[in-house]
DNA sequence: GGGCTGACATTGA
DNA sequence: TTCAATGCCAGCC
């Protein structure tokens, strides 16, 4: 790596890439993206590159309810402007969402370490 | 310029 | 097995 302050800059935007490559029908985790990303510990700054994509993406539209924590909850959903927003999102690509829990979570994972092979 | 917060995850006891 | 503490990065005060 050239420049270590480089690869900071680069993680909203990586976060965004990997949401966005999230198929349709699928969801990944904060911890997922964060592994990706190289650190596995990194979950929250995912979760706040979320925030960020709110007012950042602003052109780019980011998938975030297709990004939700380990147990499969969407912690998220206040932020998408309604709270079933998120819920019904995942529902209309397939996703049965059930008390906030998204059912079948195990089938319904897309981990980008493993489907990009990264 | 320094410190706190935030949509989580992982490990230890 | 469940509960608690710590780590991470960027943004905002």
Redesign the pocket.
């Known amino acids: 790596m050239k420049d270590v302050n480089e690869r900071?800059?680069n993680?909203?935007q990586d976060v965004y890439a990997v949401v966005r490559l999230v198929p349709p029908g699928r969801v990944t985790?904060?911890?997922a993206i964060?592994h990706y990303l190289g650190?596995?510990?990194?979950?929250?700054?995912v979760?706040?590159a979320?925030?960020?994509?709110?007012t950042f993406s602003g052109d780019e539209f980011v998938p975030?309810h297709r990004?939700i924590?380990?147990?499969g909850m969407l912690?998220?959903k206040q932020?998408f402007g309604s709270p079933t927003a998120m819920q019904e999102a995942l529902e209309a690509e397939g996703i049965v969402v059930h008390d906030d829990q998204v059912q079948d979570f195990a089938q319904r994972f897309w981990d980008p370490s493993t489907e990009l092979q990264a």
Request: hydrophobic share 35%; net charge positive.
């Open positions: 900071y800059r993680f909203f985790t904060y911890g964060a650190s596995r510990s990194a979950a929250r700054t979760g706040w979320m925030q960020s994509a709110h975030c990004v924590n380990r147990n912690t998220g932020f």
